[in-house]
Nanobody, 124 residues
Framework: QVQLVESGGGLVQAGGSLRLSCAAS????????MGWFRQAPGKEREFVAAISWTGGMTRYADSVKGRFTISRDNAKNTVYLQMNSLKPEDTAVYYC?????????????????WGQGTQVTVSS
């Protein structure tokens, strides 16, 4: 079992920044690729970013490329999502997820463990 706890969400004006954190516990963190997904009201969950278990490979949704950066600190069992130049359309609940694989998958069903989510609201 892997337990994931997100933090860092909040209310921010358009153009602002937030940094999300996801703390993992329960298993060897470096055995897992990690991903961030989001779900806006009335919409399906969508992929945001993912990182391989060493951090050497990352993937991003086109909608966030150049604005968001995913990173991880395996010594702290934590994955981060730095979000810059935020837009109102980035408003959603953001979830981190763990996939027992080296690959940073963009497919939600590849991830076995999920956090409870953290709300990000971007005002215009």
């Amino acid at each position: 079992q892997v337990q994931l706890v997100e933090s860092g969400g909040g209310l921010v004006q358009a153009g602002g920044s937030l940094r999300l954190s996801c703390a993992a516990s329960g298993r060897t963190f470096s055995d897992y690729a990690m991903g961030w997904f989001r779900q806006a009201p009335g919409k399906e969950r969508e992929f945001v970013a993912a990182i391989s278990w060493t951090g050497g490979m990352t993937r991003y949704a086109d909608s966030v490329k150049g604005r968001f950066t995913i990173s991880r600190d395996n010594a702290k069992n934590t994955v981060y999502l730095q979000m810059n130049s935020l837009k109102p359309e980035d408003t959603a609940v953001y979830y981190c997820a763990a996939n027992r694989s080296w690959r940073p998958s963009v497919v939600g069903n590849d991830y076995a463990y999920w956090g409870q989510g953290t709300q990000v609201t971007v005002s215009s």
